[in-house]
């Protein structure tokens, strides 16, 4: 596999030249993101179409004039929700306009999360070795399989998007492709909310609002330790040990050491974690949190689901676009709480589920919104 290393500003500025004239850029990145918050970029991959170039972060200081590039052509990822995550924290931006050719295999009846290596497989019959593909990218110097595996990602992948588009113009699912990616491009570009963290811990539901309380408090604090640390959340103090302390409130450090809590968070962060306890204490009963409501425990959940499950399942059928991807169970309930939580003034002057969106408000979405609403 031939490629072009960049490694310094010389490089990357030819690098740059070379793609004045190019209409569509393949890139990807190879990132770390296993004790930060943050992902770090590793490398950068990029094929014009005839040269592969490797741009290595960590030797070239000023990456701006990549970014800029970036916003002047198309490019094409696949699977690249965790990339945009990569340009977001290195350049506070997605590019302009991009395109994921794992979401346009799915328009294209290949399943709703078809892997790089199947997709190579499937359009140019070539087996590729992903045997690198959890590496250190960091490590200095790259071994040659890191380099080989990572030129292989990117010069393949444009061949495969030519054929995907011309599949999707001739399916006539152009046009809801590109709407979702503009779904995934909302979605990515949410801002997370830290007081609300709490809601996704598993069995915050069971908690009563004084416990609950203290979760919002210290999933707070938490998510803002880890963002101002740059350090992935569990790492400030586990998932499950916030929940335990939330449940038990715990009075003194003597307390704390009953619970499960690792040492280090202890020693690190005990005498905020009762700081916090104490301080939900002082709340009134007003300014608790409302209790959580599981929406599987709605009367008839199961059998609803089922019936949703099976319309999902005759569109899928007829329109070959995998079910998952037309309805997960996280777009059923993101619909069902929208429909049975929220009142007619609140879903008037809110955001439509995803359900009701664009293509899927097409082919199911506002039939299964209307049989809800008739029960």
Not at 47 to 56: M, Q
Not at 212 to 232: F, S, V, Y
Not at 351 to 357: E, N, Q, R, T, Y
């Amino acid at each position: 596999m031939e490629y072009i290393l960049v490694e310094d500003q010389i490089t990357l500025q030819q690098m740059i030249a070379q793609c004045a004239d190019v209409e569509v850029l393949a890139i990807d990145t190879e990132f770390i993101r296993q004790r930060t918050y943050y992902p770090i970029l590793g490398l950068f991959q990029l094929y014009t179409g005839t040269e592969t170039y490797l741009v290595d972060p960590l030797a070239v200081d000023d990456l701006s004039s990549l970014w800029q590039l970036l916003d002047r052509h198309p490019v094409v990822l696949h699977a690249c929700s965790e990339d945009l995550d990569v340009f977001m924290t290195e350049a506070n931006k997605f590019p302009d306009f991009f395109h994921d050719t794992q979401i346009a295999a799915a328009f294209c009846g290949l399943g709703s999360s078809l892997g790089f290596g199947g997709l190579v497989s499937e359009f140019q019959n070539i087996t590729l070795d992903k045997g690198e593909s959890r590496s250190n990218w960091l490590a200095r110097p790259l071994t040659q399989m890191q380099l080989n595996y990572a030129a292989a990602d990117v010069y393949h992948l444009l061949p495969c998007w030519n054929e995907l588009e011309s599949k999707l113009n001739e399916l006539g699912y152009y046009d809801y492709y590109l709407q979702e990616l503009d779904n995934l491009r909302r979605r990515k570009s949410a801002k997370k909310n830290p007081s609300t963290v709490y809601k996704q811990f598993k069995n915050a539901s069971f908690l009563p609002p004084r416990q609950l309380a203290t979760l919002q408090a210290l999933g707070e604090w938490r998510e803002n330790n880890a963002i101002n640390r740059d350090m992935a959340v569990n790492f400030v103090v586990k998932e499950a040990h916030i929940l335990e302390v939330a449940k038990q409130q715990p009075q003194s450090l003597r307390d704390l050491n009953k619970l499960e809590l690792l040492p280090i968070e202890i020693k690190r962060h005990g005498k905020q974690i009762i700081e916090i306890v104490k301080q939900v204490e002082q709340l009134s009963d007003d300014e608790l949190p409302e209790p959580l409501t599981r929406i599987s425990d709605y009367p008839g959940y199961k059998k609803i689901v089922q019936g949703i499950r099976n319309k999902i399942a005759v569109v899928a059928e007829k329109t070959n676009i995998p079910a998952e991807l037309i309805g997960s169970k996280k777009i059923i309930n993101e619909l069902l709480n929208w429909c049975w939580e929220l009142t007619e003034e609140e879903r008037q002057v809110g955001d439509k589920p995803i359900m009701l969106s664009n293509w899927r408000a097409e082919l199911i979405g506002n039939t299964v919104f209307e049989s809800l609403m008739a029960k």
